[in-house]
């Protein structure tokens, strides 16, 4: 296997963060069957998910195929491709036309449907009027100063490592502090990686990808390592060593999912709240022979313990808000990572 350092983990950052390289492509007729034909053929070649997701990629076919005709209108014909690329059920999978953009419907809801967080509660009763900006982050001490709380909403943020010294250091007499990813639907990768910067990185193994290398569903390269960084940014024996909550829930999405496998790796750091949203898998596209353009994921990402966490993170402490706490102004998850971190 190549062992990838993290220069390549920056690398990866740039694919995901275009997401627009194109398939090399040749002339093909523009009429509808043959636009459908061409589509279905470039998933079934290039995706990389369809065992995690447990689909039948020809039966898809049998299902959309006969709804498609040459005599069809553009608007019908997206309507059914859409359609057929929506059963992936990936929000890294899009169609994009002149007069719309599909989007996968059961990603999109449970983001939203699920959330588990209540901004304005988190506003007005814990990071308060009184709260400090620096950056990216928005944050905060609680339980009388022993918690830092940290809310980064994301990751299309960029994050300064200076500004991570600062924050670090102004919170250096906390027990520990919450790092709030929840509804942080993605972004950068290369956020991923100067965010973990200020823990304790000895070249330890992230996580491991692969790549589509053949038209076949079982056809991938061999398995890539991504290792962390051989030092933090804070210098020679400073790293942030104390315990560290994430807090994550379906809208968690994509360089989110990345950031909480790549906890794994990091003794003083545990997963709070709900599952990601997932969508680890780097999406790369092309053009159809009408023009319209499409992507979806290429690649996919294996874990330290083994899993293919497409579909969700798994928090290590599963919890839900409470609605009668948030009617009293309280967030129970955030409750319950500050209790891990003081000790109670």
């Known amino acids: 296997m190549k062992k990838l350092n993290i220069i390549i983990f920056g690398l990866l950052a740039l694919a995901f963060a275009s997401c ?3 398939f090399m492509e040749k002339d093909e007729p523009k009429n509808p069957v043959n636009v459908f034909d061409y589509l279905w053929d470039q998933v079934d070649r290039n995706y990389t998910l369809f065992d995690v997701k447990g689909i039948n990629w020809d039966s898809v076919r049998e299902v959309y195929r006969p709804m498609v005709n040459d005599d069809m209108d553009d608007y019908q014909l997206f309507d059914v491709c859409a359609a057929m690329l929506n059963t992936l059920r990936d929000g890294h999978t899009n169609l994009y036309s002149g007069f719309d953009a599909s989007r996968n419907d059961s990603v999109y809801y449970k983001m939203y449907a699920e959330r588990n967080i209540n901004t304005e509660v988190v506003l ?3 990071l308060t009027v009184y709260h400090h900006t620096t950056g990216s982050f928005a944050h905060n001490a609680i339980r009388d100063g022993r918690v830092a709380y940290i809310r980064y909403s994301s990751f299309s943020n960029d994050v300064s490592t200076d500004l991570m010294k600062y924050m670090v250091n102004y ?3 906390c027990d520990g502090m919450i790092l709030d990813l ?5 972004g950068a990768i290369t956020n991923v990686q100067n965010l973990l910067s200020i823990f304790d990185n000895h070249k ?3 996580y491991k990808t692969q790549v589509k290398s053949g038209p076949g569903h079982d056809e991938f390269t061999d398995f890539q390592e991504v290792y962390a960084a051989d030092s933090s940014i804070l210098g020679k024996d400073k790293a942030y060593t104390k315990p560290v909550a994430v807090l994550i829930d379906r809208g968690s999405y994509s360089a989110t999912s990345f950031f909480s496998v790549c906890t794994q790796g990091y003794d003083n750091i545990k997963l709070f709240g709900d599952y990601s949203g997932g969508g680890m898998g780097i999406p790369n596209g092309g053009t159809l022979p009408n023009g319209w353009n499409y992507r979806f994921s290429t690649t996919r990402t294996i874990a ?3 899993q293919n966490y497409e579909n969700g993170v798994p928090p290590a402490v599963r919890v ?5 706490c948030t009617a009293q102004g309280i967030d129970n998850v955030i409750e319950t990572a500050a209790d891990w971190i003081v000790g109670l």
């Open 320 to 324: 839900l808000l409470d609605p009668a």
């Open 171 to 173: 919170y250096k007499d």
């Open 204 to 206: 330890q193994l992230l």
């Open 304 to 306: 330290l313990d083994g």
């Open 182 to 186: 929840r509804q942080n639907t993605g």
């Open 20 to 22: 627009e390289r194109a």
């Open 124 to 126: 007005l009763n814990y």
